[in-house]
């Protein structure tokens, strides 16, 4: 990224305004610093050169003590507004990544590992901070306060300008060095966060399947090596920010000496006088401090720029193409796919694909796991657009709409979706259900054993539950979502793997609710693994998957 990108101006508002609020405030920055150069120079050869009394210096004096007084006060309302706008802008751009890759498809905003996108979303972009409360201001001082300063130091002394001159051209060229020695060095961290943060997600999210085989301390040597790794990323950044800004500190030092020398050979020779050597001296480090902080402060906004660099490349993928034709009436159509494929690393996953969903049927997907099963309910619902084939919406008349074509928020209307792991909101037991008549909602709860659960519960039907069902199990979680699909029933059904965290009783109750949906008329998706669950199966389809790009299966697909 560059020192100021304008992308990060265009996609997180809040960093314009703070921007020009910096440039504001380092104009006034190099306003206090000449002033206070020329006031403290003034009033110090007044003393020395002159000896003027105290009296006599002591207006030049309060009016220096009302700079500093003043410089301080701006440095502060600097730092202020800094946090108050990496705050903000980080939170904008954070809704906007997110936003982005919910309208894109997670697969398509991070084709490689979508949990990296949860750790750039929430960690990642946090480390934006330092570049905006730190870089950015001194980057603004650079451009502003340097060539003013020097500006004013050729009016009083062209030969300390010289110098000057002549050796500021090596601090951005020794940032330039360090810059090149370092590249990548930040990517690789924050690439090496995410895999961290995407192994221990998947370690969070396997943990009970872990626990239930005895292997949940399996990942702990591969999480403690990311770990290590992420460690020594850390600690070498530290280590060449900490070398940088040792070298930036001795360039400067020696430069601002060279200055110093020359001023006072001249002063003992009687060609400079003492209240311009003075002002010099006091304006040389000012020249250099805003370069050398830039070069001191880069390194703790790498790690933010890099984040930056992904959330640009995340925003910049392209929206797909949205239907606008409304879905039809699918309780008495279908919905229909054929030749669905979906290109994955390793070939096809699924292959190519044909299935109806009808009502009152139920479906089952049966295959090996990375076959594509996840992938094929995504194409269906969807989220996911298929690499190969097409998904028809089919009304009663028999017309077929393309999916593609079709409003998806209308199509989603019709259709209830109960991952393995079911999203609830927060609420009671009762809001969580959809607020229904008691008579239908103990039907329900009856037949998914949700009753013996709610009877447990210290406050039965308004026992209040966090987000995601907080406060009730997996097995119990998944009781809820299956009551709620019963009470709202949907023209399509799509449950993946609903007995992945139920016991042989749960079992049971799955395959009552399957027969109560296909009794109402609803079209079931089913994914798979149990054969009690393909044997209650109307339609049994085997998934597959292809690794080799030239087989005739995939030929098929390409063309």
């Known amino acids: 990224m560059k020192p100021l990108d304008p992308r990060l101006l265009r996609y997180a508002r809040a960093a314009r305004g703070y921007l020009a609020l910096t440039v504001v405030l380092g104009v006034l920055t190099g306003a206090l610093v000449v002033a206070q150069a020329l006031l403290l120079a003034h009033a110090l050869g007044s003393a020395v050169a002159q000896g003027a009394s105290l009296a006599a210096v002591a207006p030049l004096v309060g009016w220096l003590a009302v700079v500093v007084v003043v410089r301080a006060v701006v440095a502060g309302l600097q730092e202020r507004y800094a946090h108050r706008a990496a705050t903000r802008a980080v939170a904008e751009l954070r809704e906007r990544v997110v936003a982005h890759a919910a309208a894109v498809?997670?697969?398509?905003?991070?084709?490689?590992?979508?949990?990296?996108?949860?750790?750039?979303?929430?960690?990642?972009?946090?480390?934006?901070?330092?570049?905006?409360?730190?870089?950015?201001?001194?980057?603004v001082l650079a451009a502003t306060l340097t060539p003013a300063t020097l500006l004013v130091v050729l009016g009083l002394d062209w030969v300390s300008a010289a110098i000057i001159a002549g050796t500021l051209p090596l601090v951005p060229v020794f940032m330039w060095l360090v810059g090149v020695m370092t590249q990548g060095r930040s990517e690789r961290g924050l690439a090496t966060m995410q895999r961290l943060g995407a192994q221990v997600l998947d370690l969070l999210a396997g943990l009970a399947t872990l626990r239930a085989f005895g292997r949940e301390r399996g990942p702990v040597a591969r999480v403690r090596d990311l770990g290590t790794a992420h460690r020594r990323a850390t600690m070498g950044t530290l280590r060449i920010a900490f070398l940088s800004g040792m070298v930036l500190e001795l360039l400067t030092t020696l430069s601002v000496a060279l200055v110093a020398v020359g001023i006072g050979l001249r002063l003992v020779y009687g060609h400079l006088d003492l209240?311009?050597?003075?002002?010099?001296?006091?304006?040389?480090?000012?020249?250099?401090?805003?370069?050398r902080q830039v070069g001191a402060q880069f390194h703790a906004s790498t790690d933010g720029v890099a984040a930056a660099q992904r959330a640009f490349a995340v925003l910049e993928v392209p929206v797909p193409a949205l239907g606008t034709r409304p879905a039809p009436d699918l309780a008495g159509g279908a919905v229909r796919a054929r030749g669905v494929a979906v290109r994955s690393r390793a070939g096809w996953a699924p292959a190519p694909l044909d299935l109806d969903l009808l009502p009152g049927r139920v479906v089952a997907l049966v295959g090996p796991s990375g076959a594509g099963k996840s992938s094929a309910v995504e194409v269906l619902l969807g989220l996911l657009p298929p690499d190969a084939g097409t998904v028809s919406l089919v009304d009663?008349?028999?017309?077929?709409?393309?999916?593609?074509?079709?409003?998806?928020?209308?199509?989603?209307?019709?259709?209830?979706?109960?991952?393995?792991?079911?999203?609830?909101?927060?609420?009671?037991?009762?809001?969580?259900?959809?607020?229904?008549?008691?008579?239908?909602?103990?039907?329900?709860?009856?037949?998914?054993?949700?009753?013996?659960?709610?009877?447990?519960?210290?406050?039965?039907?308004?026992?209040?539950?966090?987000?995601?069902?907080?406060?009730?199990?997996?097995?119990?979680?998944?009781?809820?979502?299956?009551?709620?699909?019963?009470?709202?029933?949907?023209?399509?059904?799509?449950?993946?793997?609903?007995?992945?965290?139920?016991?042989?009783?749960?079992?049971?109750?799955?395959?009552?609710?399957?027969?109560?949906?296909?009794?109402?008329?609803?079209?079931?998706?089913?994914?798979?693994?149990?054969?009690?669950?393909?044997?209650?199966?109307?339609?049994?389809?085997?998934?597959?998957?292809?690794?080799?790009?030239?087989?005739?299966?995939?030929?098929?697909?390409?063309?």
Do not use: C, I, K
């Open 105 to 139: 498809g997670p697969r398509r905003a991070a084709p490689a590992d979508g949990a990296s996108l949860v750790t750039l979303a929430t960690r990642g972009l946090d480390a934006l901070e330092p570049y905006f409360v730190r870089y950015l201001p001194q980057l």
């Open 275 to 291: 209240v311009t050597g003075l002002a010099v001296l006091v304006l040389a480090p000012e020249v250099f401090n805003p370069l």
């Open 396 to 559: 009663a008349d028999g017309t077929a709409t393309p999916l593609a074509d079709v409003d998806l928020h209308d199509y989603w209307r019709q259709v209830t979706w109960l991952p393995q792991r079911p999203l609830l909101e927060p609420g009671t037991v009762h809001e969580v259900l959809g607020s229904p008549a008691p008579a239908d909602r103990a039907r329900a709860a009856a037949l998914t054993g949700l009753d013996d659960v709610v009877a447990t519960l210290p406050d039965g039907w308004d026992t209040l539950l966090g987000g995601g069902g907080s406060g009730l199990s997996v097995g119990q979680r998944q009781r809820l979502a299956l009551t709620r699909a019963l009470l709202h029933p949907r023209p399509v059904v799509v449950l993946d793997e609903p007995t992945a965290h139920l016991d042989a009783a749960g079992e049971q109750v799955v395959l009552a609710t399957l027969d109560a949906l296909r009794a109402s008329g609803s079209a079931v998706l089913l994914v798979a693994h149990r054969a009690t669950l393909t044997a209650s199966a109307d339609v049994v389809v085997a998934v597959t998957s292809t690794a080799d790009a030239a087989d005739p299966v995939a030929r098929q697909v390409t063309t």
